[in-house]
């Protein structure tokens, strides 16, 4: 079995886990009593969000060490987790807005919060055009590198943006030095949807590498 | 005081429906680039 298939597999899975976890929210989680049924937006927004960190800090990661030791599979794997990770950060953008119009009154607004991760997303869009538009590989990568971790520095700055300036997003209640303040039900759900949406991340990005893969060896021969 | 929970179902719903769709779209976009030649 090939890397692409055993992706597919993965995501094929995820997608069937992820209609386990519906159950789960809808069924067998307790209705939040202030926000009604929208809070269990919450299952999909806040895992979605959390992998777009975790997509971009592994950008970073494998961007930094490209730099070092230029190993093409680095570049390769960078260019599958930004582009999964954009995937991602769009859920976050679309889910927020439906969650926010019930609980905030508005859609959209223009603070800190929102704004950097609707620049991240474009960040993520402008890495993918970047590798589109230069032809010679090594340039592309080395550029490319630099973007990934300009992103990942981003993402530093988007999880804290709600402790340094106002904003109608709430602060994080379960990635923070304290415990989570949330109930035990809700906080399995949410981390069950996480591990699903982590089963996905591994799945696409599996796929897009080997997508990657065959494209340089077409390249190269 | 008013007790009752929010009804807004609507907007679950459309959440729900959303993430699958594009999950499944950007599946669907990487099974067809990987068959080109």
């Not at chain 1, 999909?44 to 730099?67: C, D, K, M, N, R």
């Not at chain 1, 990005?205 to 080997?210: C, D, E, I, N, T």
């Amino acid at each position: 079995m090939t890397i692409a298939q055993k992706g597919r597999w993965l995501v094929v899975t995820g997608l069937v886990m992820l209609g386990g976890v519906y159950v789960r929210a809808l069924a067998f989680t307790p209705v939040e009593r202030f926000q009604g049924l929208a809070q269990k937006i919450f299952y999909v927004h806040v895992p979605a969000a959390v992998t777009t960190e975790l997509a971009v800090i592994l950008l970073g990661l494998a961007s930094v060490f490209y730099l070092f030791l230029r190993d093409p599979r680095l570049d390769r794997f960078a260019e599958a987790s930004a582009e999964v990770g954009m995937v991602f950060a769009a859920i976050v953008l679309t889910t927020g807005p439906i969650w926010g119009k019930p609980i905030w009154g508005t859609w959209w607004t223009w603070d800190a919060r929102l704004t950097s991760t609707l620049f991240l997303f474009f960040l993520l869009a402008g890495y993918q055009v970047l590798r589109g538009a230069v032809t010679d590989g090594s340039l592309r990568a080395r550029y490319s590198a630099v973007l990934g971790i300009c992103a990942v520095v981003l993402v530093g700055f988007i999880h804290l943006s709600v402790y340094l300036f106002p904003t109608l997003h709430p602060q994080p209640i379960v990635l923070k030095p304290s415990k989570p303040s949330l109930p035990a039900e809700m906080l399995l759900t949410l981390v069950l949807s996480f591990g699903v949406f982590v089963v996905l991340y591994i799945g696409f990005v599996m796929q897009r590498y080997a997508i990657a893969t065959r494209r340089a060896e077409t390249l190269h021969g | 005081m008013d007790n009752s929970i929010p009804q807004n179902a609507g907007y679950l719903i459309a959440a729900y429906i959303l993430v699958p769709t594009i999950l499944i779209a950007y599946a669907v976009s990487l099974y067809r680039r990987s068959l080109r030649p």
